[in-house]
């Protein structure tokens, strides 16, 4: 069985750049939720979607951006980005949403 | 902010057992997670508890007490393929919040 599936692997973009991060949950999973997680850190909550609707959104800017499409697969969109961007951004699916997490390998962002 | 808090940094030898203590202060809160990450892996589910005491699966136990905001994951007969950070996570209805992390040393 395929788990949670996360691309590209590496990205390195330019500051001001935008960036599209790409996400597909295990099949059955209706829940997709991103995290960004800087080095030594925990990762921290930047959305969750069920059922293609926003259940949550964690504490960053408006420059973050995500959907959910009719197959359950995701996006996270970043504009004009920061140094400060540059991070491992996590997907992770579920059922439903609130247990049992998979978390895929993560898309890692360089921004320069 | 972070508002778990969990030890940076454990080393042990093989064979050892390892507690990684974990404290929270929130509303709101279902239930504790635990989770493990090698260097630049995926972070993967090890125990959750949503009530009060043990939780065993295998060398890898997991314990709450919510009338004092604590948990911990108990690692037994360590081994080398344990080396890895260890995050307690508490959840909510639509999110983990994580703590910082427990990097996990295992030395032969």
């Known amino acids: 069985d395929a788990g949670v599936t996360q691309s590209p692997t590496h990205l390195i973009k330019t500051r001001g750049q935008h960036v599209t991060l790409r996400c597909s949950p295990i099949?059955?999973?209706?829940?997709v939720s991103w995290y960004q997680q800087v080095l030594g850190q925990g990762p921290q909550f930047i959305f969750q979607?069920?059922?293609?609707?926003?259940?949550g959104r964690g504490n960053f800017p408006d420059r973050f951006s995500a959907r959910q499409f009719p197959n359950y697969s995701s996006e996270l969109n970043v504009n004009a980005l920061l140094l400060g961007d540059s991070a491992l951004y996590l997907c992770?699916?579920?059922?439903?949403?609130?247990?049992?997490?998979?978390f895929g390998s993560g898309t890692r962002l360089t921004v320069v | 902010g972070q508002s778990l808090e969990q030890p940076s940094e454990v080393t042990a030898v093989e064979g050892a057992i390892v507690q990684i203590n974990c404290t929270y202060q929130?509303?709101?809160?279902?239930?504790l997670s635990w989770y493990q990450q090698h260097d630049g892996g995926a972070p993967t589910f090890l125990s959750y508890?949503?009530?009060?005491g043990l939780e065993e699966t295998g060398r890898f136990s997991s314990f709450l007490s919510r009338s004092d905001s604590y948990g911990y994951l108990l690692l037994q007969e360590l081994q080398m393929k344990d080396s890895a950070s260890y995050f307690c996570?508490?959840?909510?209805?639509?999110?983990?919040?994580f703590g910082a992390g427990t990097t996990v040393t295992v030395r032969a």
């Open positions: 996570a508490e959840s909510n209805d639509y999110k983990l919040s």
């Open positions: 979607y069920y059922e293609k609707e926003e259940r």
């Open positions: 992770a699916s579920s059922l439903q949403g609130a247990q049992g997490y998979t």
């Open positions: 508890n949503a009530l009060d």
């Open positions: 099949s059955g999973h209706k829940s």
């Open positions: 929130t509303s709101g809160f279902y239930g």
